[in-house]
C-alpha cells in the first residue's frame, strides 16, 4: 500500500509566498519523477513542475522563474516553492509520484488527495 500526502496550501494575498510538501509512503522500492499539478475551477488539470530522481527540473511557462521544486530522495518527500503568487495561480494542487512497489514490475502513477492555494486580496 501507498500514500501520497499534500500539505502547505492556504489563502495568500498577491505576491506571497506558500510552500507546498509531499510525503509518499508505503511499501516503496524506488519514486522515479515527482510532480505538482493543479487544477482550477472549470480547468482540466495541469502541470506545474517535475523534477527526476536525479534532480532534472521541468516548468510550466506560467510558474517559471516564481515556482521552485525540490525533493528529498532519503525521506521521499516533495516540495514546491511558490514566490510572487498572484490570483490565477489559485487552483488545487495535486503532488504526484511515479512509485515502484516491492511487488510492483512497473512504474504506477500515485495522486496526493489535494491541497487549495487561494491567492486573493
Known amino acids: 500500500q501507498v500514500q501520497v500526502v499534500e500539505s502547505g496550501g492556504g489563502l495568500v494575498q498577491p505576491g506571497g509566498s506558500l510552500r507546498l510538501a509531499c510525503a509518499a509512503s508505503g511499501s516503496i522500492f524506488r519514486i522515479n519523477d515527482m510532480g505538482w499539478y493543479r487544477q482550477a475551477p472549470g480547468k482540466q488539470r495541469e502541470l506545474v513542475a517535475i523534477i527526476t530522481s536525479g534532480g532534472s527540473t521541468k516548468y510550466a511557462d506560467s510558474v517559471k522563474g516564481r515556482f521552485m521544486i525540490s525533493r528529498d530522495n532519503a525521506n521521499n518527500r516533495v516540495y514546491l516553492q511558490m514566490n510572487n503568487l498572484k490570483p490565477e495561480d489559485t487552483a488545487v494542487y495535486y503532488c504526484?509520484?511515479?512509485?515502484?512497489?516491492?511487488?510492483?514490475?512497473?512504474?504506477?502513477?500515485?495522486w496526493g488527495q489535494g491541497t487549495q492555494v487561494t491567492v486573493s486580496s
Open positions: 504526484n509520484a511515479a512509485i515502484k512497489t516491492s511487488n510492483s514490475p512497473r512504474f504506477v502513477d500515485y
